[in-house]
């Protein structure tokens, strides 16, 4: 889920940054935690934390803009996910939807269709919020720690938190982690 990777990219240092008697290296840490931090890339990867940056080669200054494109190579903690991938989080928040569950840097949703293979019953009472089971009583509440697989992803890339990501616990060894396995 979380790895650490050297990348490389591109920033947009504003002609009025270079006014500022402050060094390139500063600039440049403070524009790339801004450019690449909290942010999908292209595969749907979240970029948690960048740090180490250093300016590969000379900027390039683009007529008519005034401001440098500077190549920069850093050091990236990178949360990934895949479709299918088994993930172990915690709920967060009971809803009449079923339970949000906090999986690295992000939240997901389980539906209340996708917890139990019997009909579930949400309990919306505060702090004692609960999804349990009519017939094997198994529950969720807030904190309880899941083990669930990712089902669906829907990215945006443009406002990450708005972003949907799916999950399931109706097979075998999935569910909360206080859950009785097999017929025990």
């Known amino acids: 889920m979380y790895t650490l990777e050297t990348r490389e990219s591109t920033i947009r240092i504003p002609a009025e940054y ?3 008697g402050r060094r390139l290296e500063d600039h440049i840490d403070e524009l790339a935690h801004d450019a690449f931090e909290c942010r999908f890339d292209e595969d749907e990867n979240f970029t948690l934390l960048t740090f180490d940056h250093e300016a590969v080669g000379r900027g390039k200054i683009i007529h008519g803009d005034g401001a440098i494109y500077q ?3 850093f050091k990236a903690l990178v949360f990934t996910m895949d479709n299918n991938e ?3 989080g915690a709920v967060s928040e009971v809803s009449e939807y079923g339970a949000f569950v906090r999986i690295g840097p992000m939240e997901a949703l389980l539906h209340k269709s996708q ?3 019997e009909p579930v019953q949400v309990n919306l009472g ?3 919020a609960r999804i349990e089971g009519q017939q094997s009583g198994r529950s ?3 904190g ?3 083990r669930a697989r990712i089902v669906s992803k829907s990215i945006n890339h443009n406002d990450p938190r708005s972003s949907k990501i799916g999950l ?5 060894g999935l569910g909360g982690f206080d859950w009785p396995k097999g017929d025990e």
């Open 168 to 172: 399931n616990c109706k097979m075998d």
């Open 115 to 117: 917890i139990l293979d």
């Open 140 to 142: 969720l509440v807030m």
């Open 86 to 88: 088994v993930i172990d």
């Open 18 to 20: 270079i006014r500022r």
């Open 126 to 128: 505060g702090d004692a």
């Open 71 to 73: 190549n920069v190579r």
């Open 144 to 146: 309880s720690s899941v």
